[in-house]
């Protein structure tokens, strides 16, 4: 499909966030500076959250096959990016400045930060089961190191090991429910699911299977109950900022994605789509 400018402003605040991410990068890269970066990563947010009203102005619009940008997604997106902004916040008091702050390099804490709050933008705004396991995974990977980043703290390290060793574990189930879904359907978008479980009228075992997978890959994923036993080692382990963003941003993420925008394609219905 060709994109127009109509395409473009729908996708603002994900271009600006990961135009952000590359901008501080290049930063960091070429000279290390704590106030600077983020300065950077405070005026990046802002100008992603201000570009979200032009974005509803063209909503609701099919960006791409992966890609859905409609009001909900656009609420939803400035909620992530609101928090990330407080997140980054603390984390600069958190860091503090000179050798009375963090004893390590402070700045890679911002890009991590920013790298998962592009996922989560993304996350939002799947309609498609690839959109939805890249998003997830890049709002999932940058907390590994973001949990461990304290890494003169014993419990930090250990608390890293577990939510990427757990994590990894609950990325293999929802792939392996996806490849359920997918042989039995025949569609990775929401609304190709939602169509074939429609036309039978019940999901098939296959798809029975397939989506109790997912179920459990994101339960993972989210510490929802009775898959929640790797959560206190991580939240005491990780730095308190991290926490923070744990408990915000990517629960907004991961479950904003369940229930905006899964349960109403897979059950074939496309009203809420467009609210």
């Not at 978008?189 to 169509?195: A, M, Q, R």
């Not at 730095?239 to 744990?246: D, G, I, T």
């Amino acid at each position: 499909m060709d994109l127009t400018i109509q395409h473009f402003i729908a996708l603002a605040p994900l271009l600006i966030t990961s135009l952000t991410v590359v901008v501080v990068m290049l930063a960091i890269a070429w000279r290390r500076n704590h106030s600077q970066t983020f300065l950077l990563s405070v005026a990046g947010l802002n100008l992603a959250l201000l570009s979200i009203y032009p974005a509803l102005k063209v909503a609701p619009l099919v960006v791409t096959p992966l890609l859905h940008i409609d009001n909900f997604a656009c609420l939803y997106m400035a909620i992530i990016l609101a928090s990330t902004l407080a997140c980054v916040t603390m984390a600069h008091a958190y860091l503090g400045d000179g050798k009375a702050g963090y004893p390590g390099n402070r700045e890679e804490l911002y890009l991590l930060i920013l790298l998962a709050a592009a996922g989560g933008l993304v996350l939002v705004s799947a309609q498609h089961l690839a959109g939805l396991f890249i998003g997830l995974e890049l709002l999932s990977v940058p907390v590994y190191g973001l949990v461990a980043y304290a890494f003169f703290n014993k419990r930090s390290l250990e608390g890293g090991i577990k939510y990427m060793v757990l994590s990894a574990a609950g990325s293999a189930f929802l792939l392996f429910g996806m490849a359920l879904l997918y042989a039995e359907a025949g569609s990775l978008s929401f609304e190709g699911i939602g169509k074939a479980i429609a036309a039978t009228g019940m999901p098939s075992p296959i798809a029975s299977l397939g989506l109790g997978m997912m179920v459990v890959g994101l339960a993972f994923k989210l510490s929802l109950v009775p898959f929640h036993l790797w959560t206190p080692d991580v939240y005491e382990g990780a730095p308190a900022p991290v926490a923070a963003f744990l408990a915000t941003i990517r629960q907004q993420g991961g479950g904003i994605c369940g229930t905006g925008a899964s349960i109403p394609d897979f059950t074939g219905s496309q009203q809420w789509r467009t609210a």
